[in-house]
């Protein structure tokens, strides 16, 4: 769903190419865009969690923090990689309009268990 509304220009977004060990984003940093993975992996440090998460393409990294003003959580590349970035104002007001897209990122958040709990705190 979220490509298909990039791909219909629905929403807008900007195509990133990033070496290893680049930070998308550290805990406490504002929450001024999202990620999502096309190619590589990022590892998320999450506090209270023992070990760093690895995801893989296809994750959008950051979601869990939408309603936040702050990320709770840390991103770094574990290899290059390619990532569309979408603001947050982008994202809010697609939501906003696109019914099933809002529909699609609930069910993203679900099934990311080591994250949609954060999203609830």
């Known amino acids: ?5 990039i791909e219909e220009g629905q ?47 296809g994750h959008i990294l950051g979601l869990q ?15 290059e990689a390619i990532l569309l970035e979408i603001s947050k104002q982008e994202l809010l007001k697609s939501i906003q309009t696109i019914a099933p ?3 699609y990122l609930i069910r993203e958040m679900s099934q990311q268990p080591n994250l949609a709990y954060l999203a609830y705190e």
């Open 1 to 5: 769903m979220l490509r298909k509304a």
């Open 65 to 79: 923090d939408l309603m936040q003003e702050q990320f709770s959580h840390t991103a770094i590349l574990d290899e």
């Open 11 to 57: 929403l807008q977004v900007t195509t990133r190419k990033l070496a290893a060990g680049t930070y998308l984003y550290r805990a406490g940093q504002p929450t001024d865009s999202f990620y999502m993975l096309l190619q590589g992996s990022v590892l998320l440090s999450i506090p209270g969690l023992r070990n760093d998460t690895l995801v893989h393409q």
């Open 101 to 103: 897209l809002r529909l």
